[in-house]
């Protein structure tokens, strides 16, 4: 069965570095999603993407996050300036036409120092 | 906020007993999701409940919902302990402009399966 895969499984980082997580959604879906889970808290939403645009983003997802899709196969999550409350395992997701469910990576987990 | 919340938050049963998790959420949904967390792993997709409907089976599983109480149940018959994880109920919304849907998860309940 396809899945959405992760890289790194852990990253981390410098407070005030850059880091860019790194997926690959499901090769014929069309919506990726990226969501982020702090430790002992609910897995909170952050963006979703379609068509080469953002179709929706949280009150999370400001100007230190970006997202992009670089090639036919990659969806990537940049985060800038990089600060300790950033700590959490992030999640990509990927799904085909509504109402097909969400399938999701296993995370990164992002540790800043 | 469409946020759910499950209760319990931690439940502990014997292989063979069901187990039943319960959400409720704040707001109209356009459906509802049950997804399955393994420690250390992503989220797997359970099963999925339209507004419309008020009972879903798979396998071993059922769920229900009450869209007049705003809530959700998820059975799990004759467990097994490779059921054990954490179990998300999660709120969709349907992004119109753009496409794609929103999920918004709950707290979770944490299913520990005993031999």
């Known amino acids: 069965e396809p899945e959405v895969t992760q890289t790194p499984s852990h990253q981390v980082t410098q407070m005030g570095q850059e880091v860019i997580l790194r997926c690959v959604p499901i090769s014929n879906h069309l919506y990726f999603y990226w969501y982020r889970q702090i430790l002992g808290q609910k897995v909170e939403f952050l963006v979703s993407f379609y068509n080469n645009e953002i179709s929706e983003k949280s009150e999370i997802f400001d100007d230190q996050f970006s997202v992009e899709r670089p090639d036919g196969s990659n969806f990537t999550l940049k985060i800038r300036s990089t600060k300790l409350e950033d700590s959490a395992m992030y999640f990509c997701?990927?799904?085909?036409?509504?109402?097909?469910?969400?399938?999701f990576g296993d995370g990164t987990r992002l540790s800043i120092l | 906020s469409q946020q759910g919340e499950e209760d319990p938050q931690a439940l502990s049963i014997q292989e063979g007993e069901n187990a039943t998790m319960n959400c409720s959420y704040k707001?109209?949904?356009?459906?509802l999701q049950w997804y399955r967390q393994n420690s250390g792993r992503g989220l797997v997709h359970l099963i999925l409940i339209r507004s419309n409907e008020r009972e879903k089976h798979s396998g071993r599983l059922r769920v229900t919902l009450d869209t007049s109480k705003k809530s959700s149940s998820l059975l799990i018959t004759a467990s097994r302990a490779a059921d054990t994880a954490s179990y998300f109920c999660?709120?969709?919304?349907?992004?119109?402009?753009?496409?794609?849907?929103?999920?918004?998860f709950g707290t979770g309940t944490q299913l520990k399966v005993e031999l």
């Open positions: 707001t109209s949904i356009n459906n």
């Open positions: 999660a709120t969709v919304y349907e992004i119109l402009t753009g496409g794609g849907n929103k999920l918004t």
């Open positions: 997701a990927s799904s085909g036409e509504w109402p097909q469910p969400q399938h």
